[in-house]
Nanobody, 115 residues
Framework: VQLQASGGGLVQPGGSLRLSCAASGSVSSINAMGWYRQVPGKQRELAATITRSGSANYADSVKGRFTISRDNAKNTVDVQMNSLKPEDTAVYSC??????????WGQGTQVTVSS
């Protein structure tokens, strides 16, 4: 499975960004899709994931502000990030997990929330 992410950038606090990720290759093996994020010096953490059936899971810190969605026909996953805070600044990585549990990672994209 190959992942191509887009989006990210610099936004002011309270602003919005949208990240998108497209999967290719053995897409029929994909169950969950989503986004993790990592700040330098800290462990990578889940931001939001969604299963093929549409069940979403969010980090407590982003609930109510982030919305994840996926298009199974197009093998894409998006995350709409609203009301962004400086603490959301991180490198966001697209992630998929196969039915067998194997993880795949896309390249990271930088999200910076700063005035």
């Amino acid at each position: 499975v190959q992942l191509q992410a887009s989006g990210g950038g610099l936004v002011q606090p309270g602003g919005s960004l949208r990240l998108s990720c497209a999967a290719s290759g053995s897409v029929s093996s994909i169950n969950a899709m989503g986004w993790y994020r990592q700040v330098p010096g800290k462990q990578r953490e889940l931001a939001a994931t969604i299963t093929r059936s549409g069940s979403a899971n969010y980090a407590d810190s982003v609930k109510g502000r982030f919305t994840i969605s996926r298009d199974n026909a197009k093998n894409t996953v998006d995350v709409q990030m609203n009301s962004l805070k400086p603490e959301d600044t991180a490198v966001y990585s697209c992630y998929v997990r196969s039915w067998s549990g194997r993880p795949y990672w896309g390249q990271g994209t930088q999200v910076t929330v700063s005035s």
